[in-house]
């Protein structure tokens, strides 16, 4: 199985401020047949189902807004949020699906 | 709009099983995989298997295989999970979610089934 590692486990940020959030694969999700990283990237804030942001590393899904960012390929990627604001406060995970089982990471919370 | 609605919280005792459900509102249900993944307290989403109608082949991680079943009923746009020999550490929130049957990013979630497993 392919393991997901993400840092910081919990990161305090102040409002317009930036978070960086990195997960780390354990083998390679750049797939070279099509050329595109088999990454994405979710949000769940308490209580709820968690919510797909990004996929292939880097393209955001239908009403994410831009001040959220996905960079990386192969094993390493990082999400960025480029201005903190209060609704971003909530668990942040990536999730490969390059191969079966699909695996998360174990998440990044982000709080005030 | 597509939605996944699932059956409401279950209280188990340990060596037993449970069955949840998933309706899927929309005329997507055929031609979509329904995924199921739990997530216990505290830690990340785990995958357990899914199913696409179409095929009606089921796939399951080899953590679960030997006691968990996942089938569909066509004529409700329902999926279900089914797990056996429960044990405390089973206790979690379950979700079933949507994918595209070649990429496995779950684009919708139901809004989770909490499953307690205790003597």
């Known amino acids: 199985d392919i393991v997901m590692t993400q840092s910081p486990g919990s990161l305090a940020v102040s409002l317009g401020e930036r978070a960086t959030i990195d997960c780390k694969a354990s083998q390679s999700l750049l797939y070279r047949g099509n050329n595109q990283n088999y990454l994405a990237w979710y949000q769940q804030k308490s209580g709820q189902p968690p919510r797909l942001l990004m996929i292939w590393g880097s393209t955001r899904e239908s009403g994410v807004p831009d001040r959220f960012s996905g960079s990386g390929s192969g094993t390493d990627f990082t999400l960025t949020i480029s201005s903190l604001q209060a609704e971003d406060v909530a668990v942040y995970f990536c999730?490969?699906?390059?191969?079966?089982?699909?695996?998360f990471g174990g998440g990044t919370k982000v709080e005030l | 709009q597509v939605q996944l609605v699932q059956s409401g919280t279950e209280v188990k005792k340990p060596g037993s099983s449970v069955k949840v459900s998933c309706k899927v509102s929309?005329?997507?249900?055929?031609?979509?995989?329904t995924n199921w993944v739990r997530q216990a307290p505290g830690q990340g989403p785990e995958w357990m298997g899914a199913?696409?109608?179409?095929?009606?082949?089921?796939i399951y991680a080899e953590k679960f295989q030997g006691r968990l079943t996942i089938t569909v009923d066509e004529s409700t746009n329902t999926a279900y999970l089914d797990l056996s020999s429960l044990t405390v550490d089973d206790t979690a929130v379950y979700y079933c979610?949507?994918?595209?049957?070649?990429?496995?990013?779950?684009?919708?979630w139901g809004r989770g089934t909490l499953v307690t497993v205790s003597s």
């Open positions: 199913v696409v109608p179409m095929s009606r082949t089921p």
């Open positions: 929309g005329n997507t249900f055929s031609r979509y995989a």
């Open positions: 979610a949507r994918s595209i049957p070649q990429l496995r990013y779950l684009d919708i």
């Open positions: 999730q490969q699906y390059l191969s079966l089982p699909v695996t």
